[in-house]
């Protein structure tokens, strides 16, 4: 163990509390400032962004200081990261950097440094986004933890694994692939035993790297938090069914940070016991997240990171309140599937059925069940130039949004993390014209 | 050189009483195909069809591929085939699928294939279940349940064709004849039955040709139109390899003893290192110049498909590995047009001077 960082590490954890706390507070004292403000249209943002903000703050400010003390594990968003948790590897999640990034409008800047490397403006804006982050070494959280082990699962598209393996080169760690076949149907037995098996694999390789045993004890015990921090997160998300519509899916995709990238932590659980209180408390004085709500639609594929706050503002001045997005409920579906007998098969068959590893059919099965749970009257597809796996589909699930529910649709090209794809005329137009449309 | 067009073998095949299945790119198992009486016609566009009805389907970001290969399916072959076939090779053939099977009712049955991405015993374990989950699909279409004999049999044949295959691919400089007429040969394997493909290529001139130029390997998914091999040799160039798609990344190790569906996932696993099942990156670049160096290329020339993610995330690394090992690299962009434009044409002329 290097001794200098184990200190700097334990200071991080201890002395940055304080710190923390009163980022914290500025970010409460921001929120309330807003709320003085008192905007014509919106509800002041919940506090639980504050806390969240601290949280995810506190892991990288962690992840500073992790060389020679703990072993770190990068994982993309839908790998099995409970078992990386039970042999006690430091987490770091890139496509969370990378869309810290681009909200923070840094995305196409860290593009830019990437494409004159010579990655193409056709790739992936994450992918570019975090390989100009390596590049050139900038970050907006000050260093990133070097990788001693990348868990990489495609069930989120291929795209990622070109890009985790250009990351392994780049910092010469190994990567192990968590291949998840996709399902154009109901999953097969032989792929949940695929799946099994391949993390059953994982364990020796990540074993060797940690220097630790694998306990099936601590494993279950894991598997039991991140399903109650699942469980929990799809609560937040239920609580969207109220009208007004307490909180947006603006406010789920910055929420979603934690049951993305610490799953089954204490921190994360409590984090989102939080999360429900403020709610509660919010639909108890009947305050929505959009003052007038008169329409409750549904947002399709990744945000774009860099315009949330102008989205929110845009449709929440035509009435227009984002009830839920099936983004943000990926993190929560598939909860269902863990299996608190058999763990190891649960979160296999959890891993499996990640709503982007499922058929366009069955997305669109899932939107029209939203549909009819939120109470919504229309749909936000975002044609995102970065994201095939969501956007392929879209043309025909809007026809058929229209043809069986006869509910009005429209779609924004755009892309996640790159502004430069962005028009915001042409996007004001077609919003307003929805919005039209919606009356 | 007498090649009979796509829709001449649909024919002929189908006056025999044989099935055919449009497959699209790239890696499938032709072996069970055949074991139960259907034979492959594959789809890479084509470049001359006009993409109207892959543009009601997919936004313009998809490839031409999928935008062409929809308006093929749909259109020309609607009726001609009985069945498709769409590997899972990427995010946009995914998509594809996807689409085929829940939004195009009027579209023959779709089939699909999951290609694992890793070599382990683990991979080759679901590959096997995956054929044989395959197999029992296509009985619907072929009304056949092929045993492991008549598996093994239809491997035999295929791999015959097989051999003959990788033998030209691996060897240009032992063919006396055009860089185009090589390749209208080698591509030939898309939709000839394997024996008519083994005495067409058995038939090739041998001998050594008149080289023109500066030797070139070409890699990408698909040399669409073949007027680039007439475009290369006008700018004063020859092909001596290739690491395509269509091509060369489908040579396999020859099948093994034992189980038939076990022996055909392990071969269906050989092909050399490939972008589609992402294959480690050192891999793939010390194979390529390992290529380059062994026929005396002095260049690569990345022919590509515009919005191809698995090509696109392999070549600023690629690029570095051609230039390292003192050879000369240049990527152009295509979206499968029936003619090249005349700026891809004049980089290529370029870039032929510069290494000549």
């Known amino acids: 163990m290097n001794l200098s960082n184990a200190v700097k590490y334990a200071g991080a954890a201890t002395l940055g509390k304080p710190v923390l706390y009163y980022q914290k507070q500025q970010n409460l004292k921001r929120i309330e400032a807003l709320a003085q403000k008192n905007d014509p249209h919106l509800s002041p943002p919940l506090k639980a962004n504050a806390r969240m903000s601290q949280l995810l703050s506190e892991q990288y400010l962690k992840g500073r200081f992790t060389e020679g003390v703990r072993k770190v594990a990068w994982h993309s968003s839908g790998a099995p990261i409970e078992i990386l948790q039970t042999l006690d590897f430091f987490l770091y999640t890139p496509d969370n950097h990378a869309a810290m990034c681009g909200a923070r409008k840094l995305g196409a800047q860290y593009c830019e440094i990437a494409e004159n490397k010579g990655y193409s403006r056709d790739i992936c804006s994450y992918a570019r986004t975090d390989i100009g982050s390596f590049l050139s070494g900038k970050t907006p959280v000050g260093r990133l933890p070097k990788p001693d082990l990348i868990v990489v699962s495609n069930n989120i598209c291929q795209t990622i694994l070109h890009w985790y393996q250009a990351m392994g080169v780049y910092y010469n760690a190994p990567v192990f692939v968590i291949d998840t076949p996709f399902l154009y149907g109901d999953a097969k037995a032989h792929d949940v035993a695929f799946v099994k098996q391949q993390m059953e694999e994982l364990i020796p390789v990540a074993e060797k790297i940690s220097g630790k045993r694998f306990s099936r004890k601590k494993f279950h015990e894991i598997c039991r938090r991140g399903k109650l921090c699942s469980d929990l997160w799809c609560e937040v998300l239920y609580r969207a069914k109220h009208k007004p519509a307490p909180l947006s899916g603006f406010d789920a995709f910055i929420l979603m940070g934690p049951v993305v990238a610490l799953r089954g932590e204490v921190s994360s659980i409590d984090f989102y016991h939080e999360v429900l209180k403020e709610i509660d408390e919010r639909i108890d004085k009947g305050i929505g997240v959009v003052k007038n709500e008169k329409y409750r639609i549904l947002w399709d594929n990744l945000p774009i990171w860099y315009r949330i706050s102008w989205f929110s503002k845009q449709l929440a001045a035509l009435g227009i309140s984002v009830a839920i997005s099936n983004y943000t409920y990926q993190w929560a579906e598939p909860a269902q599937y863990f299996d608190l007998v058999r763990p190891m098969e649960g979160a296999a068959k959890t891993y499996l059925h990640s709503i982007l590893n499922r058929s366009a059919g069955y997305k669109l099965h899932h939107m029209e069940q939203m549909v009819e749970d939120f109470s919504l009257d229309g749909v936000l597809f975002h044609s995102d130039r970065s994201c095939k796996p969501y956007s392929l589909g879209q043309m025909d699930q809007s026809r058929a949004m229209l043809d069986n529910l006869g509910l009005p649709c429209v779609t924004i090209e755009s892309d996640h993390n790159d502004e430069r794809v962005f028009s915001e005329g042409q996007i004001s137009t077609r919003l307003q014209a929805f919005a039209e449309m919606l009356g | ?356």
């Open chain 2, 1 to 356: 050189m007498q090649i009979p067009s796509r829709k001449e073998m649909i024919q002929n095949i189908k006056d025999q009483g044989g099935k055919v299945a449009a497959v699209l790119p790239y890696h499938y198992p032709r072996a069970l195909l055949r074991a139960h009486g259907i034979f492959p016609v594959e789809v890479w566009g084509p470049a001359y069809v006009d993409d109207m009805a892959g543009t009601q389907h997919f936004p313009e970001y998809t490839c031409k591929i999928v935008q062409k290969g929809t308006q093929f399916l749909m259109g020309p072959l609607a009726e001609a085939v009985d069945c498709i076939f769409i590997p899972h090779t990427c995010d946009s053939l995914q998509g594809m699928a996807s689409v085929m099977k829940d939004f195009m009712p009027e579209s023959k049955p779709v089939f699909t294939l999951y290609h694992p991405r890793g070599r382990r015993q683990s991979d080759k374990t679901f590959l096997t279940a995956e054929l044989h989950h395959l197999s029992a699909e296509l009985t619907a279409v072929s009304g056949v349940r092929p045993t492991d004999q008549d598996l093994r049999e239809a491997m035999d044949t295929e791999e015959k064709a097989s051999k003959v295959f990788s033998q030209i691919a691996l060897n240009r400089r032992d063919y006396d004849v055009t860089d185009r007429e090589f390749y209208t040969v080698l591509r030939s394997r898309e939709y000839l039955p394997a024996e008519d493909f083994t005495a067409l290529a058995q038939g090739m001139p041998r001998g050594k040709r008149d080289l023109i130029g500066v030797p070139l390997m070409i890699s990408g998914i698909v040399a669409d139109p073949l007027d680039l091999f007439d475009h290369i040799n006008g700018f004063g160039a020859h092909v001596v390899g290739d690491d395509m798609g269509c091509c060369s990344r489908r040579i396999y190790d020859a099948p093994g003893n034992g189980d038939a569906f076990d022996a055909l996932a392990v071969q269906l696993m050989s092909m050399p290192p490939d972008p589609t099942v992402s294959s480690p990156y050192k891999k793939r670049f010390d194979h390529i110049v390992d290529q380059m160096k062994e026929n005396q290329a002095k260049g690569l020339l990345v022919y590509d498909m515009k919005f191809c993610e698995p090509e696109l995330f392999y070549l600023p690394m690629l690029e570095e590995a051609v230039l390292a090992a003192g050879m000369g690299f240049l990527y152009v962009e295509i979206e499968l047009t029936p003619i090249i434009p005349q700026t891809v044409l004049n980089r290529i002329n370029a870039f032929i001077e510069v290494i000549s």
